[in-house]
């Protein structure tokens, strides 16, 4: 059975940093797209760091140049590195993966539903104090 499983998650004063990681196990690894997507109660889901099947990665705006996403096939495991915290960063962060040929990293990040991507994680808090 699948399992995404996301820690590092947890309370930071703005201007710190977290590394976010997510363990994938059940499927092979190395053939999925990944992404980062965050939620903030009363908004929609934002996809904000993926990598496409085609190696490419997409950010989103508000997070350029302060986050970075990498994916580790040896270990199965997917990682956020996040600098530079802001409040407005508060959130639940999920993980998620997809068998999608030719999906961009934008293409990733774009897929924000449930059935855009094949597994998803349970998420994680984050929450920045200013």
């Known amino acids: 059975q699948y399992q995404l499983v996301e820690s590092g998650g947890g309370l930071v004063q703005s201007g710190g940093s977290l590394r976010l990681s997510c363990a994938a196990s059940g499927f092979t690894f190395e053939y999925y797209a990944i992404g980062w997507f965050r939620q903030v109660p009363g908004k929609e889901r934002e996809g904000i760091s993926c990598v496409g099947s085609d190696e490419t990665t997409a950010y989103a705006d508000s997070v350029k140049g302060r986050f970075t996403v990498s994916k580790d096939n040896a270990k199965t495991t997917m990682y956020l590195q996040m600098d530079s915290l802001k409040p407005e960063d508060t959130g639940v962060y999920y993980c998620?993966?997809?068998?999608?040929?030719?999906?961009?990293?934008?293409?990733?990040?774009?897929?924000?539903?449930?059935?855009?991507?094949?597994?998803w994680g349970k998420g994680t808090q984050v929450t920045v104090s200013s």
């Open positions: 998620a993966a997809a068998v999608r040929p030719r999906a961009s990293g934008t293409d990733i990040c774009r897929s924000t539903h449930d059935y855009n991507m094949d597994y």
